[in-house]
């Protein structure tokens, strides 16, 4: 009997731990953004997912970038002026924290965007996928 509850024990744990789903980092470094440019990160989201992170910029008289986090397939209505949805937008900022939680199953992306800056911006970021809570 010791051993038969053992083993549902075991077997519950194994099930839970498979489960669960683990964080993953996007990004965890340093990056140029060129004036008038932007980079960006796609990623899915198979479920809920928690993003969160932290930045900052250096260069030219303002040290400021933008960071927005929309959907993929909106990343060239947005370069070119257009309305979008955002999740997340820091607006011009030297550094900024985030954590938004994605709820629809859906791909994404994370852009930092130094279309306002005349000079090229050196970006250090940090930035966690994680399942929502």
């Known amino acids: 009997m010791k051993t038969l509850i053992t083993m549902l024990l075991c077997a519950v744990l194994a ?16 990056f140029i953004v060129k004036a008038g440019h932007t980079k960006s990160w796609n990623f899915k989201n ?10 900052r ?4 008289n303002a040290n400021d970038i933008k960071v927005i986090i929309i959907k993929s397939y909106d990343i060239d209505n947005w370069v070119n002026g257009h309305s979008v949805t955002t999740y997340y ?19 994404y992306a ?24």
């Open 15 to 30: 099930s839970t731990v498979a489960g669960q789903s683990r964080s993953y980092t996007l990004i965890n470094g340093s």
């Open 46 to 55: 198979p479920n809920c997912v928690n993003v969160s992170g932290a930045f």
């Open 57 to 60: 910029a250096e260069g030219g």
């Open 89 to 107: 937008n820091s607006g011009l900022r030297t550094t900024g924290r985030f954590s938004v939680n994605l709820n629809e199953v859906e791909s």
């Open 110 to 133: 994370i852009v930092f965007s130094n279309d306002a800056g005349f000079v090229q911006r050196a970006v250090t970021a940090n930035v966690i996928l994680s399942p929502c809570r």
